[in-house]
């Protein structure tokens, strides 16, 4: 089954640790995105990344961090800078930069406290 | 700047009658794609509906048929024939067709489905 995964669903932390969630595609899409939603909200961008090797800050891109070594493979670092990180993370891919749709992930819900 | 707006917060529907959920745009792009993404309580987004900025004709889903009146700005989604399953919050995004891409979403409207 192609798709997208997003482990684990929920993940609770100590306020002052890093923590990463993953998101892995096998959909053998170009670009994905990492995209934070609070409650009542809609979604903003953290960081996207068109291309292997390369990724760019979104709208909302302190306190986090990412890397793309790998075309299926998309990691976010919530960092301890990051000040308020509670929050719902919903990582999307899309096929080509060129084609409209973009598929998410179940999403992984992060409590830090 | 990119900009969505959806003004109903909550919309109650009957089930089996049809709903029109509200959304206004503002981009100074003259290329660009609008979406609408339903979002059950499990949280996953569900891509539902896409119109292209130069689409003739609106789009249309089975049930989901987007009303695009480009003068005005708006991207309203109609759900014709409500089912309880609908009950969810919806999401009126848009792409940029230049740069990153990605979408730009507006805060949500919660659909609830009355029996």
């Known amino acids: 089954d192609g798709g997208i995964t997003q482990s684990p669903k929920y993940l609770f932390r100590k306020e002052g640790q890093n923590v990463t969630l993953s998101c892995e595609q096998n959909?053998?899409?170009?670009?994905m995105y990492w995209y934070r939603q609070d409650p009542g909200q809609g979604l903003r961008l953290i960081y996207y990344?068109?291309?292997?090797?390369?990724?760019q800050k979104g709208d909302i891109a302190e306190g986090y961090s990412v890397s793309r070594e790998k075309k299926e493979s998309f990691p976010l670092t919530v960092t301890s800078a990051q000040k308020n990180p509670t929050a719902f993370y919903l990582c999307a891919s899309r096929w080509k930069v060129s084609s409209y749709e973009q598929y998410f992930g179940p999403g992984t819900r992060l409590t830090v406290t | 700047a990119q900009k969505i707006t959806q003004t109903q917060p909550g919309m109650f529907v009957q089930e089996k009658e049809a709903v029109t959920l509200d959304c206004t745009y503002d981009t100074s792009d003259p290329s660009y794609g609008l979406f609408w993404y339903k979002q059950p309580s499990s949280g996953e987004m569900i891509f539902l509906i896409y119109q292209g900025s130069y689409d003739q004709q609106n789009a249309t889903e089975g049930r989901y048929s987007l009303n695009f009146q480009k003068a005005r700005k708006s991207a309203n989604l109609v759900i014709s024939a409500s089912q309880l399953g609908d009950s969810a919050m919806y999401f009126c995004?848009?792409?940029?067709?230049?740069?990153?891409?990605?979408?730009?979403f507006g805060s949500g409207t919660r659909l609830q489905v009355q029996p």
């Open positions: 995004a848009m792409r940029e067709n230049t740069g990153r891409r990605a979408l730009t």
């Open positions: 990344s068109q291309i292997v090797n390369d990724f």
């Open positions: 959909l053998n899409h170009d670009a």
